[in-house]
């Protein structure tokens, strides 16, 4: 029985059938194409054998890429403070050998300077020695008896040994060399006479010892100029270029 409706006399009605087939045609050709044999498709070599095909839409594998190398930044840390370290280094290095050059002509500068100044008052400085040492040998015979004595002493120790000796005095130690005179007498070795004579243009302290083989000038005045003398003598002019070197340069 058909379950259509027919409704008659209507003429824009369409039949439609209520269920619905679809038959798809089949390709008489892949009908047509030979079965496939499995035990001679098994039998084929691997290398022979067709790839399966892959699936649409799936990835295709990605190549690998390499790592991306990772910064080290306590490394670059540490080599950036390093090189700060040297570069601060080398620059105090250089200011410092700047320094030491600069102190080594200031030292250069003064010994000139120095040697100047002793050259052009070396005179003068002697000169000023001497008086004040006269100064100091004038008041210590002023106060102290024994130094007539022991000028007589040496004298006569100093002088060619002779029995007999005239000793020329001040007046004003005529006094104390008669205290001492018989204990010259007795230390001193073969004399037999000592004279003692006064004259004032000797200055106290100071004597002049004769004999008939020798004479003796034992006077201040001789003595200051011997000692000038020596004193000159151990400090010579300083001859030109002699220039006491700067000191040793300094090691950082």
Same mark, same amino acid.
């Given at each position: ?11 824009? +009605?369409?039949?439609?059938?209520? =269920? ?73 290095? &250089?200011?410092?050998?700047? =320094?030491?050059?600069? +102190? ?9 300077? &120095? ?6 008052? &070396? ?41 007999? +000796?005239? =000793? ?8 104390? =060399? ?25 200055? &106290? ?9 020798? +004479? ?37």
């Amino acid at each position: 029985m058909s379950l259509s409706k027919v409704y008659k006399q209507d003429a824009s +009605f369409t039949p439609t059938p209520l =269920v619905q087939r679809e038959i798809e045609e089949v390709d008489h050709q892949e009908l047509q194409q030979e079965p496939v044999d499995v035990n001679e498709a098994a039998s084929q070599p691997a290398h022979e054998k067709q790839p399966l095909p892959e699936p649409e839409g799936a990835p295709l594998p990605q190549e690998s890429q390499p790592a991306e190398e990772k910064i080290d930044i306590q490394a670059l840390q540490e080599e950036a403070y390093n090189q700060g370290v040297a570069d601060t280094t080398a620059q105090y290095q &250089r200011q410092l050998e700047t =320094v030491i050059k600069t +102190f080594e002509t200031i030292c250069q500068k003064i010994d000139e300077t &120095r040697n100047s100044i002793l050259e052009r008052y &070396r005179g003068d400085i002697i000169n000023t020695v001497i008086e004040v040492s006269q100064k100091i040998i004038n008041q210590e015979l002023e106060t102290s008896r024994d130094v007539v004595a022991q000028t007589i002493e040496r004298s006569l120790e100093q002088a060619i040994p002779s029995e007999e +000796f005239i =000793v020329t005095i001040h007046p004003d130690d005529l006094n104390s =060399v008669e205290h001492i005179k018989a204990g010259l007498m007795a230390r001193i070795h073969g004399l037999k006479n000592l004279i003692i004579q006064t004259d004032h243009a000797i200055t &106290r302290g100071g004597c002049m010892v004769e004999s008939k083989a020798c +004479f003796v000038d034992a006077t201040i005045e001789t003595q200051i100029a011997s000692t000038k003398e020596y004193v000159e003598e151990i400090t010579p002019p300083l001859e030109d270029g002699e220039i006491s070197g700067p000191p040793e340069s300094l090691e950082p």
